[in-house]
């Protein structure tokens, strides 16, 4: 059984900062490329960063450049987004997600980011 649960999320003022953690089970992590998403309230799900099976690559949202940073622990099969300088506009729901090419991506439940004072 697939499984990505993901923690971490909470409120947190203005210019703080939060690491979201993604642990995944049933199914082989280090092959899938790792992405955490967000969505706002009343607005699109959008990629927030994303980083390749063997951590060689990374990706990120322009809003979120320089203040967030993806990572990956393959042998605790968990992923992390580290958040820094968090403003009011990074609230959202957070969501994990892993993909592979020619395989179906998996998400999981999410977790509450609230930025404010």
């Known amino acids: 059984q697939v499984q990505l649960v993901e923690s971490g999320g909470g409120l947190v003022q203005p210019g703080g900062s939060l690491r979201l953690s993604c642990v995944a089970s049933?199914?082989?992590?280090?092959?899938?490329?790792m992405s955490w998403y967000r969505q706002a309230p009343g607005k699109e799900r959008e990629l927030v960063a994303a980083?390749?099976?063997?951590?060689?690559?990374?990706n990120y949202g322009d809003s979120v450049k320089g203040r967030f940073t993806i990572s990956r622990d393959n042998a605790k099969h968990t992923a992390y987004l580290q958040m820094n300088s968090l403003k009011p506009e990074d609230t959202a729901v957070y969501y994990c997600?892993?993909?592979?090419?020619?395989?179906?991506?998996?998400w999981g439940q999410g977790t509450q980011v609230t930025v404010s004072s």
């Open positions: 980083m390749t099976a063997t951590g060689s690559g990374t």
């Open positions: 997600n892993a993909r592979i090419v020619f395989g179906r991506p998996y």
């Open positions: 049933g199914f082989t992590f280090s092959s899938y490329t």
